[in-house]
């Protein structure tokens, strides 16, 4: 069975940093790209970042860019999310999601969820 | 920036036909999936490349691509199918992903 376990959000203070981790199970982790989408409260889905299978390719949303940092420890099935800077518009729950193919982006496989609050 | 665009809401009553659209510039060369979500709960697959269905999704959800338009068909919709449907795509370069706004589904 496949599974996606999230964690390391938490309440932070705006300008401050975050790390996400996804641990995988269920599946050969090193052989599918993964990502990370957001949902802020009361709003739509929003894709934030992906990364190859080998982690060698990183893809991010413009908002994100120079900001957060996608990588993948293939040795211990996790995936990462570091995010710095953070403001407000940070607030969101990230889940952590499997791409279903190299050939097609769609996102077969979810966590959870967890939780990042960005406030004084 | 590239963008998916769906309606924000869509109603109908049950045993009726629901029909989600989505349009995009890259949608004629890039694949669509779609995303059931209910309240306080992530996101399930329900449609992916197009028109594929993974197990264990109710045969009554199909999808089709034609053009710049992708659609999520619910044949015979039911109570339970209340919920917020996305699509995703990529853009031409296949590389950055994108969530359509979101459309919620009525079902009464």
């Known amino acids: 069975e496949v599974q996606l376990l999230e964690s390391g959000g938490n309440l932070v203070q705006p300008g401050g940093s975050l790390r996400l981790s996804c641990a995988a199970s269920?599946?050969?982790?090193?052989?599918?790209?993964m990502s990370w989408v957001r949902q802020a409260p009361e709003k739509g889905l929003e894709w934030v970042s992906s990364?190859?299978?080998?982690?060698?390719?990183?893809y991010y949303t413009d908002s994100v860019k120079g900001q957060f940092t996608i990588s993948r420890d293939n040795s211990k099935n996790t995936l990462y999310l570091q995010m710095n800077s953070l403001g407000a518009e940070d607030t969101a729950v990230y889940y952590c999601a499997k791409e279903y193919s190299s050939s097609s982006s769609s996102l077969d496989y979810w966590g959870q969820g967890s939780l990042v609050t960005v406030s004084s | 920036s590239y963008e998916l665009t769906q309606p924000p809401s869509v109603s109908v009553s049950p045993g009726q036909t629901a029909r989600i659209t989505c349009s995009g510039d890259a949608l004629p060369k890039k694949y669509a999936s779609w995303y059931q979500q209910k309240s306080g709960q992530a996101p399930v697959l329900v449609i992916y490349e197009d028109s594929k269905r993974p197990s264990g999704i109710p045969e009554r959800f199909s999808g089709s691509s034609s053009g710049t338009m992708a659609t999520l068909t619910i044949s015979g919709a039911q109570v339970e199918d209340e919920a917020d449907y996305y699509c995703y795509s990529t853009d031409s370069s296949g590389n950055h992903r994108v969530f359509g706004g979101g459309t919620k589904l009525t079902v009464l």
């Open positions: 990364i190859s299978a080998s982690g060698d390719s990183t």
């Open positions: 269920g599946f050969t982790f090193s052989s599918y790209a």
